[in-house]
């Protein structure tokens, strides 16, 4: 089939806020192909620049825009993805946003390739890889950001035992903020209101800069309360600050990678940084097929991978996809102070099932349909001219 | 002095092509303060996608764009630089195109320290880092792209022997498409062209993708023509894949890094890649400092330290600010096959001396001024409308 069509559309809740929340807006993207089937895709990106990445005039051969790599394009198999990925990466190699924009529509292509095959994208990975292709439950942990008080979290934290969830994670916010007594009120807050056998994360949201030490001592400050792991202590590319962190083995595991916008960064923060989990969006690295690889590489180092997950099902969906069928990587991501928007997003929203785990669909493609008519009302329409060109205006959802 | 206005450009020819010329359009950033100084920088980097991150709609608190970081602001000091570049980074963590575009705004910045303080860039950085002041001069290298055939090739090398230069590049193109044997053919005329007393470099434009035995042959199959350097013949990603080449170490020395977009991405192919010259395009790692940092972590590692400039002569300003004090690092990337756009775009182009070298500019700021009216011609308005706002509008130029 040959692709006909390739349209992002930026949607937004009528507030934005500074939370670190990011279900406040989204950028999806719809790939259409002759065969009258569609895929869709969600980027965790600034909406507006990546939809540049797919209009922006060509400034020469390495800065090409994505629907114009895309359209027209012939899509009948897996390696028809891999394909095009290299033509898209290749084309755009001085676009430094190219992965965060290309991987609304990387995860769109594989969409459209399961339902053309009639299988689920995780199903389709592990035949090309030749793994086994059994999927397994996760563990879901409730995504949540930090009340500015302990006794905020806390009641935070009641609320997500009541909702049945086994694991949390608490972020950003204050931690970090107002000196290491308070950090420890905050975590040990968190602890409580979930209860002993709850699995607790904390997410510093890289407070800490490349203060390893400050990092360090943390770590160890909150180890009486048996977190999970120590989220984003540090800057994304702070990696020689990662190393000299975990070669000082704080008794709490390090978790980090979301601001990986390549592989290659996913590699460097675990080879590198030495981190014990590594997350990765599905939505930021390129799409699932860099996650994927991601993911491989975790098992060859004998880390944990993780999604990370902060956006819409439809995130979720593709996040799953990658790593379904790893029994070990047994925890996931959830994100649960949505927004109306991205609640609304799905037709299949993931549920979680009376054992208290979250199951990948068993349905072609990512196994979830996008609710069009819900998600109207959030679309910003979204019109871009350059000279006496319009470069972009937007198509109809 | 208080930052009043912070205005990108989108200027181009009117026809582009894929030829691999970054002369073919560009994106400058001008800031204004209530001083009534103004200072300009330049990015090498796609000028819409980079102009949507000065304008882009807050998604959350790490989603903030640039105007919004720098309006308002205080620029008194050169410290101001480092702190604004701390905000922007820290208000653009998870925009992936947050260093090409702000390049532009670094760079204005420090022309306008220099011009508040009357100094130039190059003296300012040494008082900072209470390094030696004195400014040495640079020999140019043309930097061209590779003809078709070795007949055209050698034509454009005997042309720029007539020029003066007494070295020169040779990219892109034919490189790597057409077998080991044209590709040898493609340096012979080269070095015929230049002659046996000029230094030839040759840039591979990553032909060879991650196939480091292929680069380690054609590296040693060029060495009969001495080159200087075969610059990237692998992918800016590729670390593992330079680490190899490089431990084999090749007869021709190995030149990478036009592709570092964050300072991180620079110690990485130097540190782990183990290049023998780091090439730095000031207006895509995110300006002047990060650049300047990667020439003392070259002088920690003893390898050489380049610009990559293939924009304007205010790119070259700021480039040759980042390392006009060292004496050891004594190659200029001097672009020599310049769009009208870009011979037009300062008042003051750098000559080569009689002695067939380049100097820094003994003036304030940047040392060179953007001739308005010249570049009016090739301004391209860019207007953007997001739901019901219009998020930018062209400034006057």
Redesign the interface.
């Known amino acids: 089939m040959k692709i006909v069509a390739v349209d992002p559309f930026?949607l937004?809740m009528s507030e934005?806020?500074?939370?670190?929340?990011?279900t406040?807006?989204t950028l999806l993207v719809r790939i259409r192909t002759d065969a009258g089937l569609e895929g869709w895709g969600e980027c965790?990106?600034?909406?507006?620049?990546s939809?540049?990445?797919y209009?922006?005039?060509?400034?020469?051969?390495?800065?090409?825009n994505i629907h114009e790599s895309l359209l027209g394009e012939t899509l009948d198999k897996p390696e028809d993805v891999l394909r095009l990925s290299n033509k898209v990466l290749r084309n755009g190699?001085?676009?430094?946003?190219i992965?965060?924009a290309y991987s609304g529509a990387e995860i769109a292509l594989w969409d459209l390739i399961g339902k053309k095959l009639e299988e689920p994208v995780y199903q389709i990975l592990a035949e090309m890889t030749e793994t086994q292709s059994k999927p397994y439950p996760k563990l879901p942990y409730a995504s949540v950001l930090f009340g500015d008080t302990p006794e905020s979290i806390y009641q935070i934290a009641v609320g997500l035992c009541e909702q049945g969830y086994q694991a949390a994670k608490f972020g950003w916010g204050p931690m970090g903020k107002h000196g290491e007594e308070n950090d420890i009120a905050l975590v040990r807050a968190a602890r409580e209101g979930l209860g002993s056998d709850a699995q607790v994360m904390i997410d510093a949201g890289?407070v800490w800069g490349a203060d390893y030490d400050t990092a360090y001592n943390r770590a160890n400050a909150f180890a009486e309360f048996s977190p999970t792991w120590l989220e984003e202590p540090l800057s994304?590319?702070a990696?020689n600050a990662y190393k000299a962190l975990t070669d000082k083995k704080p008794r709490v595991p390090i978790a980090a990678g979301e601001?990986s916008?390549?592989?290659?960064m996913a590699?460097?923060i675990i080879v590198?940084g030495g981190v014990n989990f590594i997350q990765i969006d599905t939505g930021?690295i390129g799409g699932i097929m860099p996650s994927f690889q991601v993911r491989k590489l975790a098992e060859r180092h004998g880390i944990q991978y993780v999604n990370h997950t902060f956006k819409s099902h439809l995130s979720l969906a593709a996040a799953l996809h990658v790593f379904a069928t790893n029994l070990d990587f047994n925890l996931l991501e959830y994100p649960a102070a949505n927004s109306e928007l991205s609640q609304s997003l799905v037709k299949q929203p993931f549920q979680i099932d009376p054992d208290g785990l979250v199951r990948v669909k068993e349905r072609p493609g990512l196994g979830v349909d996008v609710d069009t008519e819900a998600i109207r009302p959030f679309l910003?329409?979204?019109?871009?001219?350059?000279?006496s060109d319009t470069?972009f205006v937007q198509s109809s959802l």
């Open positions: 930026y937004r934005i806020t500074t939370a670190a929340d990011g406040q807006d965790d990106a600034s909406p507006l620049v939809i540049a990445v209009c922006c005039p060509m400034s020469h051969g390495n800065i090409i190699l001085d676009i430094q946003h992965q965060h890289v994304p590319d990696i601001g916008s390549t592989y290659r590699e460097d590198n930021r910003v329409p979204v019109k871009i001219g350059v000279g470069v």
